[in-house]
Every structure is written in C-alpha cells, then in structure tokens.
C-alpha cells in the first residue's frame, strides 16, 4: 500500500474524528442555549423533568440539560451545615427514605438553595423522572492544602453517578456553580465537573462505597488523602502527573514529573505562604517525562500551587 493511499486514509479517519468531536461539542451549546431560556423557577420536579422531556431526545441532552439549569440556577447555601444525611429525619423503611429525599428535593428547587445533597438529590429524582438511572455518592471531596496528609473519616460531600452510554459516569453539579462565598447568587457555570474521567475525578472525590470509584484500580483513602489537590483548572491544563505520590526535594529545587505537558503553554507557581507573585516553571526532559523544577528553600513555607493561565491546577504540601 502506498504512502499517499495510507496518508488519505489517515487524514479521512481524523477528519471523521474531528467531525464527531465538533458535533458532540456543537450540541453541548445547543442544549446550553435552550435551557438558558428556561424559566428560573419551575413548580415541581414533574413540571422541570417534562420539559426537558420536550426538548430533548437523547438521554445525554437531557442529563446535560438538567445538569446544565441545575449549576445555573440553585445557589449554594453557606450558612447551613448539615445535608439531609444529619437532618435528624428518622425513617423505618427505604421507601420512607426516598420519600423524604424526594421531598427534600422538591425543596430544593422551590427555594432555588442547598448543600451539595441537595444539588444531588433533586438531579437524582429529575433524572430518574426522565428514566435515567442516577445515584448520589457520598463522600471526601479534598479542597484544600492543609487537608493533604491528614486521613478524615468523616463524610463532607455528595456528588451523582448516571448511567449514560452503558457506563456509570460521574458528575458534580455543585462544583459546577461558580458560587462564592459571600456572593452566592454569583454564578460562573464550570463544565470540568460534567461527566468527569473516572481516573481524574478519584483525586478530588474519594466515595465511601469503593464501587463508585469506577476504575480498575481503587485508590486507597491513604493515597487520596497525601495526593496533591486537583483543581478544575487541571482538566484542560495539558498537564498529566505521572503519579499522584506529590513532589519530592532535590537538592535547592522541588521536583515534579509528568507524563505530559503542554509545550506551547507557560505554566506558572506560586509560594502562597511566602508571595503574592506567581513565577514561571522550567522543566526539564527526562526520558518520557517532563520534570518541573521549581527553586525551594525552607522560607518558602510549606505550600506550592501551580497555575495554567492564572487558573491553579495543581496544590502540594511540601514534606
């Protein structure tokens, strides 16, 4: 077969490729854009799953769609400190308990506020209405620095499992708001947390039931809890670690490898402890990784974020 024959048949495969990968990205915006015109209430979760129910066909659109009005429309309540798990709800049977949860759901979208339960319980029962099958996961979701190295046994977060193309896959439509503290009517939708890769996601939520880690290899709590954070701003950062043990002193520098990069990107650091001023990474070749070295003395405290565009990838704890 003749190179040219093999080069036709190539630039035909990744034009196909190409194809798909805009289509399903073009439909994202398209089922964006509908319920962008939805209304901001809706009366019940009946009344919300019907008309998504009108507007969309596949089961993707529709748990986009839901996922998509849910993360736009329902602000994270910052002064409550227990989801329905603490509420001091008693129940005897399963089906009392969902019928407390459906019931806490169709509050939650009346009130248009909650906790991460909440977020989770109304996507569950909206899904189920639109016979998606969809689970809420219970678990650690690690956000900060001090965090690292420190093993807790104690649940502080919930997120949703749905099953979609004959898979489990996972997402977090809390972490998708853009709320903030003291400004929690403030949304900045961020679609990292949609439908995330199973292998990424372990790193920044650590279920209580193994099964829903969804890889081959479970993480054990040890590992998760002395990996460094992974932020939203990894997952479209082109960088790759090569393992999530963290980084390791050599010698006046910190070094961390990956398994790939970005080279037309400028990735940048950060001591917070000891600057306000982010510094440029140098990496190094080594073979198939990237190693960035980063200069380290004591003084620089205990802390290093690394950023892609001003947006923190990755937090490690210096030990």
Same mark, same amino acid.
């Given at each position: 077969m003749s190179n040219v024959i093999i080069m036709k048949r190539f630039l035909l495969a990744f034009g196909l490729l190409l194809l798909v990968y805009t289509i399903n990205a073009q439909d994202y915006k398209h089922v964006d854009s509908i319920v962008d015109n939805y209304?901001?209430? !809706?009366?019940?979760?009946?009344?919300?799953?019907?008309?998504? %129910?009108?507007d969309f066909k596949s089961d993707l659109?529709?748990?986009?769609? #839901?996922?998509?009005?849910?993360?736009?429309?329902?602000?994270?309540?910052?002064?409550? !400190?227990? %989801?329905?798990? $603490?509420?001091?709800?008693?129940?005897?049977?399963? #089906?009392?308990? =969902?019928?407390?949860?459906?019931?806490? #759901?169709e509050d939650v979208l009346k009130n248009k506020s909650a906790v991460c339960e909440g977020y989770s319980q109304l996507l569950k029962f909206t899904l189920r209405n639109l016979d998606i099958n969809c689970e809420v996961v219970d678990g650690y979701a690690k956000t900060e620095i001090k965090e690292i190295g420190r093993v807790n046994h104690q649940d502080n977060h919930a997120w949703n499992a749905v099953y979609l193309? $004959?898979?489990?896959? =996972?997402?977090?439509?809390?972490?998708?708001?853009? &709320?903030?503290y003291g400004n929690p009517g403030h949304f900045e939708f961020d679609d990292a947390y949609f439908l995330t890769n199973s292998e990424d996601m372990i790193w920044s939520h650590f279920p209580s039931d193994k099964k829903w880690q969804l890889i081959d290899e479970p993480v054990s709590k040890l590992?998760?809890?002395?990996?460094?954070?992974?932020?939203?701003?990894?997952?479209?950062?082109? =960088?790759? =670690?090569?393992?999530?043990?963290?980084?390791?002193? %050599?010698?006046?520098?910190?070094?961390?490898?990956?398994?790939?990069?970005?080279?037309?990107?400028?990735?940048?650091?950060i001591f917070p402890e000891k600057s306000n001023f982010i510094e440029p990474i140098q990496f190094e070749r080594k073979g198939k990784f990237f190693v960035a070295k980063i200069p380290y003395s004591s003084a &620089?405290?205990?802390e290093l974020i690394i950023f892609d565009d001003r947006k923190a990838c990755l937090s490690f704890k210096i030990r």
């Open positions: 209304p901001k209430r !809706f009366k019940s979760i009946k009344s919300f799953s019907d008309r998504i %129910s009108f659109d529709k748990t986009r769609a #839901a996922y998509y009005w849910v993360s736009n429309n329902i602000s994270y309540d910052f002064e409550s !400190f227990y %989801s329905v798990r $603490n509420s001091g709800y008693s129940y005897e049977t399963e #089906a009392e308990l =969902l019928q407390i949860q459906m019931t806490y #759901a193309d $004959n898979k489990w896959q =996972l997402m977090d439509a809390t972490w998708s708001t853009g &709320n903030e590992a998760f809890f002395y990996a460094p954070i992974m932020h939203h701003g990894y997952y479209d950062s082109g =960088l790759v =670690l090569s393992e999530m043990k963290g980084s390791k002193k %050599s010698g006046k520098f910190i070094e961390i490898s990956f398994e790939n990069i970005d080279e037309t990107k400028t990735y940048d650091y &620089n405290g205990r």
